[in-house]
T-cell receptor
Framework: DAKTTQPPSMDCAEGRAANLPCNHSTISGNEYVYWYRQIHSQGPQYIIHGLKNNETNEMASLIITEDRKSSTLILPHATLRDTAVYYCIVWAGNNRKLIWGLGTSLAVNP | DAGITQSPRHKVTETGTPVTLRCHQTENHRYMYWYRQDPGHGLRLIHYSYGVKDTDKGEVSDGYSVSRSKTEDFLLTLESATSSQTSVYFC???????????FGNGTRLTVT
């Protein structure tokens, strides 16, 4: 089962882009890259996911390298409300094999 | 937010007592999950369901049982609560195998 590596913490200035990296060098061909975030003690919130191509939605952009061994989540204009723990997960949809790491704690500073 | 309601939101109970946590969804999604979250650990899967009366164990299922008699409800039962089951419990749902998970806001359980 593919696992991910993320930096434990990052800082970002309000209004600037936040670029959160994730390494998943053992990803399998049928595994998607998912990003979630968790604010305080709330339930994790889905952000975005992708397989091979870069993806963008109203919350963020996901850049996946061509070899799919790493990805970057981009929050284009970070706000204080984006302060949260961000989780990068690789998953093929098999129910028992989803592994959650400890994520990256992003602090957006005024 | 996805229509997921967890109840109760907070509960304190004594060791050895039975406890049932409820997850209710209004999305008519097929798959439902129970996770626990503890400091120093990622989310860990307890049990999941892939349809009414169809359930299976996750990675930390010992001491827990589940039931799903209706699409909208997934119950997690601690038959005899222990202090090691003090945790925050999250329910999640999804529609299809390739769909992302959507989480409830959790139940904070303290076993004294």
């Amino acid at each position: 089962d593919a696992k991910t590596t993320q930096p434990p913490s990052m800082d970002c200035a309000e209004g600037r882009a936040a670029n959160l990296p994730c390494n998943h060098s053992t990803i399998s061909g049928n595994e998607y890259v998912y990003w979630y975030r968790q604010i305080h003690s709330q339930g994790p919130q889905y952000i975005i996911h992708g397989l091979k191509n870069n993806e963008t939605n109203e919350m963020a952009s996901l850049i996946i390298t061509e070899d799919r061994k790493s990805s970057t989540l981009i929050l284009p204009h970070a706000t204080l409300r984006d302060t949260a723990v961000y989780y990068c997960i690789v998953w093929a949809g098999n129910n028992r094999k989803l592994i959650w790491g400890l994520g990256t704690s992003l602090a957006v500073n005024p | 937010d996805a229509g997921i309601t967890q109840s109760p939101r907070h509960k304190v109970t004594e060791t050895g007592t039975p406890v049932t946590l409820r997850c209710h969804q209004t999305e008519n999604h097929r798959y439902m999950y129970w996770y626990r979250q503890d400091p120093g650990h990622g989310l860990r899967l307890i049990h999941y369901s892939y349809g009414v009366k169809d359930t299976d164990k996750g990675e930390v299922s010992d001491g827990y049982s589940v039931s799903r008699s209706k699409t909208e409800d997934f119950l997690l039962t601690l038959e005899s609560a222990t202090s090691s089951q003090t945790s925050v419990y999250f329910c999640a749902i999804r529609d299809r195998v390739e769909s992302p998970l959507h989480f409830g806001n959790g139940t904070r359980l303290t076993v004294t």
